[in-house]
């Protein structure tokens, strides 16, 4: 399996908890398409192996930044392109990340048109306080309205995004919250508890301005109530974050937490091909510089053994499917197979961390505080 991620940097507004490479102009949009096209042929070789026929790319990610405000017209050309350069398999997934204010019907009958069979609502809540806390310019009204566009659309694959440890939230409307989502026909539910990322804006509103900062034990009990409500309702909790009726995982993010190669396109983008992880500069124009010469000059790191080995424990133990026996053998030398089977069985003493079969993971009531137990497996040099 393979993926393609192209990165659209542009949205009306930045969201003040929102970390990620965007701008809030249009007026360079046109200048970044011409580029993403030289992008996509200048790395049209990427999934090519020597002497082996390159494998079909699996999925393709439109992530951003808000891939909504692009043209039908932009899309369509990017796509055809895109398909020009690389061999995309019979079932490709295509997924577009959709702001609420961007969908329509004419738009999501356009979007279907073009061959995108998965769409990402970036809906964040239905609770107008909480979107006013977290600067989102939809209203809970227009998140439903929204929805509800997209549920009576051709594209059958729909996926929402929700926030939850939002101040001022409260369990039973954190529960409503979800629960428009299961008793609907999404079939796929994302859910991100909101964090401080140093030097965004609610970084500053918090320590500046004296707005309440997100609380640990609130977004703990959230949380508990997403797996608990999800799950009651024949949700699939098959990552830390997500949550699938059976058959609709994000084969786009399954491949990213399975290790399995990605080319990234635009700026900001990372990319992976096995050994080494490229990324590209954030900023536009130095993106727009590095496009310009061929091979593209890129940040590279290639990956000794003992990251792959820690990568792997970050990326497999997020998923229910955990780490196997098989991939262990695969991945880690002996060293670090004995290192890890040392450190875990601690973890399976006191319940974190379970055997099932010959496949090791975390159980799902303890995903929330993951973190902790995989860094007690990792290994360091």
Same mark, same amino acid.
């Given at each position: 399996?393979?993926?393609?991620?192209?990165?659209?940097?542009?949205?009306?507004?930045?969201?003040?908890?929102?970390?990620?490479?965007?701008?809030?102009?249009?007026?360079?949009?046109?200048?970044?398409?011409?580029?993403?096209?030289?992008?996509?042929?200048?790395?049209?070789?990427?999934?090519?192996?020597?002497?082996?026929?390159?494998?079909?790319?699996?999925?393709?990610?439109?992530?951003?930044?808000?891939?909504?405000?692009?043209?039908?017209?932009?899309?369509?050309?990017?796509?055809?392109?895109?398909?020009?350069?690389?061999?995309?398999?019979? #079932?490709?997934?295509?997924?577009?990340?959709?702001?609420?204010?961007?969908?329509?019907?004419?738009?999501?009958?356009?979007?279907?048109?073009?061959?995108?069979?998965?769409?990402?609502?970036?809906?964040?809540?239905?609770?107008?306080?909480?979107?006013?806390?977290?600067?989102?310019?939809?209203?809970?009204?227009?998140?439903?309205?929204?929805?509800?566009?997209?549920?009576?659309?051709?594209?059958?694959?729909?996926?929402?995004?929700?926030?939850?440890?939002?101040?001022?939230?409260?369990?039973?409307?954190?529960?409503?919250?979800?629960?428009?989502?299961?008793?609907?026909?999404? #079939?796929?539910?994302?859910?991100?508890?909101?964090?401080?990322?140093?030097?965004?804006?609610?970084?500053?509103?918090?320590?500046?301005?004296?707005?309440?900062?997100?609380?640990?034990?609130?977004?703990?009990?959230?949380?508990?109530?997403?797996?608990?409500?999800?799950?009651?309702?024949?949700?699939?909790?098959?990552?830390?974050?997500?949550?699938?009726?059976?058959?609709?995982?994000?084969?786009? #993010?399954?491949?990213?937490?399975?290790?399995?190669?990605?080319?990234?396109?635009?700026?900001?983008?990372?990319?992976?091909?096995?050994?080494?992880?490229?990324?590209?500069?954030?900023?536009?124009?130095?993106?727009?510089?590095?496009? #310009?010469?061929?091979?593209?000059?890129?940040?590279?790191?290639?990956?000794?053994?003992?990251?792959?080995?820690?990568?792997?424990?970050?990326?497999?133990?997020?998923?229910?499917?955990?780490?196997?026996?098989?991939?262990?053998?695969?991945?880690?030398?002996?060293?670090?197979?004995?290192?890890?089977?040392?450190?875990?069985?601690?973890?399976?003493?006191?319940?974190?961390?379970?055997?099932?079969?010959?496949?090791?993971?975390?159980?799902?009531?303890?995903?929330?505080?993951?973190?902790?137990?995989?860094?007690?497996?990792?290994?360091?040099?």
């Amino acid at each position: 399996m393979s993926g393609i991620y192209i990165h659209v940097p542009f949205c009306r507004e930045k969201c003040t908890y929102c970390n990620f490479f965007s701008v809030t102009t249009l007026s360079r949009k046109a200048l970044w398409l011409e580029t993403l096209l030289k992008e996509i042929e200048l790395r049209r070789q990427f999934f090519e192996v020597e002497n082996t026929v390159p494998h079909p790319i699996d999925t393709l990610y439109f992530g951003g930044g808000t891939p909504s405000l692009l043209l039908t017209g932009e899309l369509e050309t990017i796509l055809r392109t895109i398909k020009t350069h690389f061999n995309l398999s019979k #079932n490709v997934e295509i997924t577009l990340e959709a702001n609420p204010d961007d969908v329509t019907a004419e738009k999501t009958d356009q979007w279907s048109e073009l061959g995108i069979n998965r769409l990402s609502l970036g809906l964040q809540s239905f609770d107008d306080e909480a979107l006013t806390y977290l600067s989102r310019r939809h209203s809970a009204a227009r998140a439903l309205e929204a929805l509800e566009t997209a549920l009576t659309s051709g594209i059958n694959n729909i996926t929402a995004d929700l926030i939850y440890g939002v101040p001022g939230l409260s369990a039973d409307q954190w529960r409503s919250n979800i629960r428009i989502l299961t008793r609907s026909k999404v #079939n796929h539910i994302s859910a991100y508890s909101l964090t401080v990322e140093q030097k965004t804006t609610l970084d500053f509103q918090i320590r500046k301005r004296g707005i309440p900062a997100p609380d640990d034990e609130q977004a703990a009990l959230h949380y508990q109530i997403l797996t608990e409500e999800a799950t009651a309702s024949g949700f699939e909790h098959y990552e830390i974050s997500n949550f699938a009726r059976p058959g609709y995982r994000s084969q786009h #993010n399954s491949a990213y937490w399975s290790g399995k190669p990605y080319l990234g396109l635009g700026p900001s983008a990372h990319s992976y091909n096995g050994t080494q992880r490229l990324w590209n500069p954030s900023g536009l124009q130095k993106w727009i510089e590095a496009m #310009n010469i061929d091979p593209p000059q890129l940040e590279a790191e290639t990956l000794t053994p003992v990251q792959r080995y820690n990568e792997m424990l970050i990326t497999q133990l997020r998923t229910s499917d955990g780490i196997s026996e098989k991939m262990l053998a695969q991945t880690a030398s002996p060293k670090l197979i004995e290192h890890f089977k040392t450190e875990v069985q601690q973890h399976i003493n006191q319940g974190d961390i379970e055997l099932v079969g010959s496949c090791y993971r975390i159980p799902s009531h303890k995903l929330f505080t993951s973190d902790a137990i995989v860094i007690n497996l990792m290994y360091a040099d």
